[in-house]
């Protein structure tokens, strides 16, 4: 059985900083894309950052040089710190693992709330 848990969200000033995880288990973790994608309500769901199975990383220009995504292998962990937070951040944020088509799966997501 696949899962994907997020945690690390939460409320947050203007500004500030939050590093979200996802922890992976049930997947042969080293080979798949994984990706943090988020949605606000009455927003379609989004892309933020992707980090391939060679370590290249995707970024949404709305978080470029804030957002910076990383994994741990031998932790099925894959980690999303961001930096510099902006309202237009809030949004659930959902991890997301990727083996071609065939093979995606999702979290359950965490809230991110940028207020002050």
């Known amino acids: 059985q696949v899962r994907l848990v997020e945690s690390g969200g939460g409320l947050v000033q203007p500004g500030g900083s939050l590093r979200l995880s996802c922890a992976a288990s049930?997947?042969?973790?080293?080979?798949?894309?994984m990706g943090w994608y988020r949605q606000a309500p009455g927003n379609q769901r989004e892309l933020v950052a992707i980090i391939k199975s060679s370590e290249r990383t995707n970024y949404a220009d709305s978080v470029k040089g804030r957002f910076t995504i990383s994994k741990d292998n031998l932790k099925n962990t894959v980690y999303l710190q961001m930096n510099s937070l902006k309202f237009e951040d809030t949004a659930v944020y959902y991890c997301?693992?990727?083996?071609?088509?065939?093979?995606?799966?999702w979290g359950q997501g965490t809230q991110v709330t940028v207020s002050s």
């Open positions: 997301n693992a990727e083996l071609g088509e065939e093979y995606v799966y």
């Open positions: 049930g997947i042969r973790f080293s080979i798949y894309t």
